[in-house]
Nanobody
Framework: QVQLVESGGGLVQAGGSLRLSCAASGSLFSINAMGWYRQAPGKQRELVATITSGGNTNYADSVKGRFTISRDNAKNTVYLQMNSLKPEDTAVYYC??????????????WGKGTLVTVSS
């Protein structure tokens, strides 16, 4: 079975920084894109940032210049460095990965989420 486990969430003051990590484990054949999404209370889940296996990145406009996504392919891990955090960044952050669990086709997997709370 494949698991995505996030870590690094917590409470931080506005202007502060946090670094999220997400490690994929289990029956992995290959991983294509990985990314971070977030869901604030009462709102739909939205894309934060994605990164391909080759390192190409994409960011939501709301986080450009403040957040940086990266990955370590050897560790099957994706990171999200969040700087200059704002109260509106408060949300549950979910890791997502497009991977082949050994079935010769790619599937999407989600982590259980980690809560980020930014106080004003």
């Amino acid at each position: 079975q494949v698991q995505l486990v996030e870590s690094g969430g917590g409470l931080v003051q506005a202007g502060g920084s946090l670094r999220l990590s997400c490690a994929a484990s289990g029956s992995l054949f290959s991983i294509n894109a990985m990314g971070w999404y977030r869901q604030a209370p009462g709102k739909q889940r939205e894309l934060v940032a994605t990164i391909t296996s080759g390192g190409n990145t994409n960011y939501a406009d709301s986080v450009k210049g403040r957040f940086t996504i990266s990955r370590d392919n050897a560790k099957n891990t994706v990171y999200l460095q969040m700087n200059s955090l704002k109260p509106e960044d408060t949300a549950v952050y979910y890791c997502n990965a497009e991977l082949d669990p050994g079935l010769l086709r790619y599937m999407y997997y989600w982590g259980k989420g980690t809560l980020v709370t930014v106080s004003s």
